[in-house]
């Protein structure tokens, strides 16, 4: 008989439980429930305005929920002090859409910025770590020029190595692919599952590139006008049989069969109660 033990349930890093968002009275985020685990590649994906870029912008700590609990690193970050925040914001790293080099500084300088802002690093120390992350994203060399003469994938490549230079727990990606040839696209996932690998990150990745959401992901969470649709391996999604789902897999539009009653009623601004009535 086997008496070995059961392998242990990996680190949660990251809950998020029954999250609303809305602006004004508009719910964006209605109720949603995830959790990404130590080491893991999360995937966050859906349709335009399905609220996968708030619910990033919500991981993040850019902006206020209106209910629910996230729980970082098991903190409680509604829970927080101000410098409970900032300790807890050195171990995550963001790598924005576009990049957001500063345009006036050098590659160098806006990798070491995060060093400058959060750390007493001398001067050298600091420029040693910005170097030793540009070789983690095959950058080396490359810390004297300007983000102006960077291509688009370089540009990526070194907002990556800003966001891990103070090895994060937890690094969020907004749209890491978006913008590049197939070919720079791709080898931007490979980088971004050797980075995993190499610093024993979590990752999470807004994206609506399908190729390369199945190229990383562990898991993948899908979400359809602010609820989740479905949460499991790619495997599981790829069987996955709901019609929104293969909708979304296979880039197709659905048919609306609109109800002219509740279509008049939109055009005169009545809202209806959660029974249906006016």
Do not use: W
Request: net charge negative; proline share 4%.
């Amino acid at each position: 008989m086997d008496t070995s033990p059961e392998p242990a349930e990996s680190v949660k890093v990251l809950e998020v439980e029954n999250l609303v968002a809305q602006y004004g009275e508009r719910i964006i985020l209605d109720g949603v429930s995830l959790d990404v685990h130590e080491g893991e590649i999360m995937i966050i994906m859906g349709g335009s305005g399905s609220g996968k870029s708030t619910l990033l912008r919500h991981l993040m700590g850019l902006e206020r929920r209106a209910s629910g609990t996230i729980r970082m690193l098991g903190q409680d970050t509604a829970a927080l002090t101000g410098q409970e925040k900032l300790e807890l914001h050195k171990r995550i790293g963001v790598a924005f859409q576009g990049g957001a080099l500063f345009s006036s500084m050098t590659v160098g300088e806006n990798i070491m910025l995060p060093l400058q802002e959060h750390t007493d690093l001398d001067l050298r120390t600091m420029e040693i770590m910005a170097r030793m992350k540009l070789e983690v994203v095959d950058l080396a060399g490359f810390e004297d020029l300007m983000p102006s003469e960077l291509s688009g994938g370089m540009i990526k490549r070194a907002a990556f190595a800003r966001a891990i230079v103070m090895d994060p727990k937890i690094l969020f990606c907004d749209e890491p692919s978006a913008g590049l040839d197939p070919v720079v696209a791709s080898a931007l996932d490979d980088l971004i599952l050797r980075m995993r690998d190499a610093l024993g990150m979590s990752i999470v990745v807004v994206t609506h590139e399908l190729d390369s959401a199945f190229k990383i992901a562990d898991r993948m969470t899908v979400l359809d006008a602010g609820r989740i649709l479905f949460i499991g391996t790619p495997d599981e999604l790829r069987a996955e049989q709901s019609e929104r789902i293969q909708n979304l897999l296979h880039r197709r539009t659905e048919e609306e069969t609109g109800d002219p009653e509740e279509y008049l009623r939109r055009l005169l601004g009545e809202r209806l109660d959660k029974e249906g009535h006016p």
